[in-house]
């Protein structure tokens, strides 16, 4: 089974969240020359598959076998690979399935490795991955057996196939705050407390603030309001209730605790409650580590692009990797069409992606 067929073969899996549709079956059956633990939970399933050659360092391969809904739009069945042009169309080509096949490809080929090589694999990375590659990560830890280092194969080029490597994410940070004032007349003001008429004198103090100056690689963390309700839509009774959330994509330079103090300071005369929730939190892998050293190489010798260094976008289970001591990075094919209708990729990037992570394990 060369890289095209393998890749093929997984996309026809209706892998949607926290369904595997037997893909993990079929992953077990062509690695099955490896030692393979299954840890599953709820209605999620993970793999951690390895193979112990020698004394060395660990390398990971982490991805997700599970998508998102296909939704409307297709032009063709989302299960059913369409290649066209040497495109090939089906849910999950970018997002991460042509990730997953190529490290599949590599490891399953690799013959000679100072150390152990593995991969991480689960069904329940697009959902709330409570389940997920967390579970596998305890096990790890609980075995003293956590990677070294790890490269989770999410598309993360931008316009040219090999044009960036993530070395870190921001992490994610949600706020809600909630203000009480005291209902009233609009006819008579000054006998309410007005809970809009409080926030608006300091909303442009808070919305779409720069809470750092951000760093050589990240952006500064922004606190973006994404709702703001109350009222009852009359005109007549002013409100006493006012409600607003918001979302800063953190990076190392601003905290949970930073956030709190900051909202703290500008709303402390008004009668409220703040609440904050982290669901991610940053990492950042400095570029002069080996594993960045090992694949920005790799990729400069497959594609002759130098890739360029970023941390943008959204949240991954690299992240929780990262939590856990395990130096990771991030690299695949071209994000342009993940989560849309009529998501592809090219042939030649899932076959250069596979090329260059056997070379990153030549190599390490």
């Known amino acids: 089974m060369n890289i095209e067929e393998l890749f093929i073969k997984l996309l026809k899996f ?33 793999l951690f598959i390895y193979k112990k050659y020698g004394e060395g360092e660990h390398l990971c391969f982490a991805g997700h076998i599970d998508v998102v809904p296909p939704g409307d739009g297709w032009e063709t069945d989302p299960f059913t690979p369409i290649i066209k ?18 490290f599949m490809y590599a490891v399953k080929h690799t013959k000679n490795f100072n150390g152990t090589l593995s991969l991480i694999i689960t069904s ?18 609980k075995e003293n057996f956590l990677p070294d280092y790890s490269i989770v194969a999410e598309p993360t080029c931008e316009k040219e196939f090999g044009d960036a490597i993530k070395i870190g994410r921001r992490g994610s940070i949600n706020g809600v ?12 003001p000054e006998k ?7 926030i608006s004198t300091i909303l442009h103090k808070i919305a779409g603030i720069d809470l750092d ?7 500064p963390s922004k606190l973006v309001i994404t709702d703001i309700r109350s009222g009852m839509e009359v005109t007549n009774v002013t409100p006493g209730y006012l409600k607003i959330m918001f979302n800063v994509r953190n990076n190392t330079h601003t905290t949970k605790e930073k956030i709190e103090k900051f909202i703290k300071n500008h709303i402390e005369n008004f009668d409220y409650k703040l609440k904050l929730t ?31 260094y970023s941390t943008a976008g959204g949240t991954s289970d690299a992240r929780l990797l990262a939590e ?15 989560h849309a209708p009529n998501e592809y990729t090219k042939l030649e990037y899932v076959d250069k992606l596979s090329q260059i992570f056997s070379n990153v394990i030549k190599e390490f």
């Open 324 to 338: 856990y001591g395990v130096k990771t990075i991030e690299f695949g094919v071209i994000n342009d069409t993940i």
């Open 85 to 102: 042009n040497d495109k090939i169309y089906a849910r999950g080509t970018q997002d991460m399935k042509s990730g997953v096949a190529a």
């Open 14 to 46: 209706k892998s949607i969240t926290p369904n595997d549709d037997n893909a993990m079956e079929f992953i077990k059956e062509y690695l099955n020359d490896f030692e393979i633990i299954e840890i599953n939970k709820e209605d999620v399933k993970n």
């Open 213 to 219: 100056n951000g760093d050589e690689y990240f952006a």
């Open 124 to 141: 329940d990375e697009e959902g709330v991955g409570t389940y997920g590659t967390i579970e596998v990560l305890k096990y790890l830890k």
């Open 278 to 308: 982290q669901s991610a939190k940053p990492f950042v892998t400095i570029p002069n580590t080996k594993i960045v050293k090992l694949l920005e190489q790799s990729i400069k010798e497959i594609t002759n692009i130098s890739p360029k």
């Open 177 to 188: 705050i909630e203000i009480f004032g005291k209902q009233g007349h609009a006819a008579y």
């Open 192 to 198: 309410s407390i007005n809970p809009i008429h409080q």
